[in-house]
């Protein structure tokens, strides 16, 4: 199969300001604020660093830390395991928070790399594979939202009724 870069990025503009939303985002341990159907979530150190096991819909997830920047307000991450993703696919998911100038809101950039198409999808699914992985990532954006409205993080003054705006 050849290699191909598959590239999917997602701006989201949230009305909340970039410290809330990094304030979720940096911790490796909060993909339940991000994904709705995660459960048995647990870390563990590794020799390659930092892994995140989960379950989601009840099949296993397997994350590992590549990057947390606090400066940047960047968090990427490796997929070793995720519904047919394996490490050979060379997944690799990027979240930056970035402020605005309007409102105190800020833009969150969600990216998704792949060196190539998960084995179990036939050849030539290049675009159907795009448009799944984009409404996905876009219901993750939607579940931060709503765990930010829940009061997922340090509550602010005049963001108890933010919003989050597809572009």
């Not at 647990?42 to 995140?52: N, S, T, V």
Request: charged share 25%.
């Amino acid at each position: 199969m050849p290699m191909l870069n598959l590239m999917i990025d997602v701006d989201r503009e949230l009305a909340f300001s970039a410290d809330r939303v990094w304030e979720i985002l940096r911790d490796f341990a909060r993909l339940d604020a991000l994904m709705p159907a995660i459960s048995h979530l647990h870390l563990r150190r590794h020799q390659d660093g930092l892994l995140r096991e989960a379950l989601c819909h009840g099949r296993p997830l397997l994350h590992q830390l590549l990057v947390r920047d606090d400066d940047e307000r960047r968090l990427c991450y490796q997929i070793l395991h995720a519904h047919g993703i394996g490490p050979d696919d060379g997944a690799v998911v990027c979240m930056v928070t970035r402020s605005t100038c309007k409102n105190g809101h800020c833009l969150l950039s969600w990216s998704l790399r792949l060196r190539k198409l998960p084995s179990w999808l036939p050849a030539g699914s290049e675009e159907v594979f795009n448009r799944h992985a984009r409404a996905v990532i876009e219901e993750n954006i939607d579940h931060l939202c709503h765990s930010l409205h829940r009061g997922g993080s340090t509550a602010e003054a005049g963001e108890e009724h933010g919003s989050c705006h597809h572009q």
